[in-house]
């Protein structure tokens, strides 16, 4: 028996190109989410920070120097990495002790910085997320991997180029409305098509950025939410999964097993099934992540996203909106922090700060979150709260 879990708080630098160094770009993120919680520093119990490339900045060990700064230095701070996946990962791990009841208030941040060290630098440095020996080691980067995973989706569901490029569309759409988005542009299907051939059949606009940024959420027992008197969301279902570390260990290729592992467990831990779900926040690294995202989560069958999201079923106004914040391609993918920057998504649709890309009536979000191909994943499932 576990105890019932909250957000209290939520907030997020601007994901992008960011001028500050790695620990005050998390503080202001920290102190954005404390200050929505209507806590002190004092308030926190322990810190969970998940970040996987600190030391780009000159910063590892970075949980106790981000409890030291918030003038908490004996509050106990424990660092994850979890590639790409970090932020989930993260989040499950601060979630667990808040639910077995070892606190009642603790601070869940994530935090990159590495766009100072450009483009190729960045990619060497994000190939070692993959299985090295196998993978980046013999030069097969993260578009190059989900460029095979296209391939082989594309040929065995007989999708397209354009099938891809709508995902990137609709997402700079939504983007466009989150003034925290990196990049913020309205493209086409020809601009997406148009755009450099990266990783064939992947271009330039069917990638995600390299992105600098933080977010945080304060998570808390529920007793502690009610006493807070603060609007707060609660954490209904939680899963993860786990897959073969390299792409070619893997049986089939157009399907991502540790996300259909971590969504299983969240869908009966909170006891519903996709149908029931009002929005999600998925990892749409590559336009083809998505399209695998939403099949492995269930809400479309195996071969069928493709069509779905050219009807516009994913949409803002669509039966199952995916990606309201942007997604990683059009808000960013700050990969320590992405995975908690869903759970800020989810917070500000919950509580009235999304202004202009809310989805109108919803109640159940369900957040996605991997790491490098799919080794790891993790899935949240999120239910708003009404306050009378
Ligand atoms: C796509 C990619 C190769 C582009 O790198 P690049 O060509 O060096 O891009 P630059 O940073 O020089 O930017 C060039 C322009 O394209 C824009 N841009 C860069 N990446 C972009 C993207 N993914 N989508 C849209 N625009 C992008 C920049 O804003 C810039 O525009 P500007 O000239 O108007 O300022 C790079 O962003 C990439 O590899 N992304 C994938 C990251 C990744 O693998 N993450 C892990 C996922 S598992």
Redesign the pocket.
Do not use: D
């Given at each position: 028996m576990t105890n019932k879990v909250c957000v209290v708080g939520a907030g997020s630098t601007k994901y992008g190109k960011l001028n500050e160094s790695i620990i005050e770009i998390a503080l202001s993120a920290a102190v954005d989410a404390i200050n929505s919680a209507g806590i002190t520093p004092k308030d926190i119990q322990a810190g969970y920070i998940s970040n996987v490339f600190g030391v780009a900045d000159r910063q590892v060990h970075m949980a106790p120097v981000i409890m030291s700064n918030l003038g908490i230095p004996n509050v106990p701070g424990l660092t994850i990495e979890s590639?790409?996946g970090s932020g989930s990962v993260m989040f499950r791990e601060a979630y667990a002790n808040v639910a077995a009841g070892f606190y009642d208030c603790v601070l869940a941040l994530g935090v990159e910085k590495v766009?100072h060290t450009?483009?190729a630098r960045?990619?060497t440095l994000?190939s070692y997320?993959s299985d090295f020996f196998y993978e980046g080691g013999n030069g097969a980067?993260?578009?190059g991997l989900?460029a095979s995973m296209a391939r082989a989706y594309m040929t065995s569901h007989k999708a397209s180029e354009e099938d891809l490029a709508n995902v990137a569309v609709k997402n700079h759409e939504n983007g466009l409305l989150n003034p925290k988005a990196h990049?913020r542009?309205k493209i086409t299907v020809d601009d997406v098509l148009k755009s450099?051939v990266?990783a064939d059949p992947l271009k330039?606009?069917d990638?995600?950025?390299?992105s600098d940024g933080a977010s945080a959420v304060i998570l808390c027992s529920e007793d502690f939410a009610k006493k807070s008197g603060r609007p707060y969301v609660e954490i209904i279902g939680s899963g993860r999964g786990a897959s073969p570390a390299a792409v070619q260990g893997r049986e089939d290729i157009t399907t991502i097993p540790s996300t259909v592992a971590a969504a299983k467990q969240a869908y009966k831990m909170a006891g519903i099934t996709p149908k029931d779900i009002d929005f999600a926040e998925v990892h749409d690294?590559?336009t083809i992540a998505e399209i695998i995202d939403i099949e492995d989560l269930g809400f479309f069958p195996k071969g069928k996203a493709a069509r779905a999201v050219r009807e516009g079923a994913t949409r803002l106004t669509g039966d199952i909106p995916v990606n309201p914040s942007g997604g990683?391609?059009s808000k960013g993918?700050p990969?320590g922090a992405t995975g908690v920057g869903q759970v800020v998504e989810v917070f500000d649709q919950f509580t009235g700060r999304a202004d202009g890309r809310e989805v109108k009536g919803a109640e159940i979000a369900l957040t996605h979150n991997f790491g490098?191909?799919g080794a790891s994943a993790a899935v949240h499932i999120f239910k708003k709260v009404d306050r009378k």
């Open positions: 590639a790409c766009t450009g483009t960045s990619t994000f997320c980067s993260f578009p989900f990049v542009k450099p990266v330039l606009l990638c995600c950025p390299f690294c590559f990683l391609k993918h990969i490098a191909t």
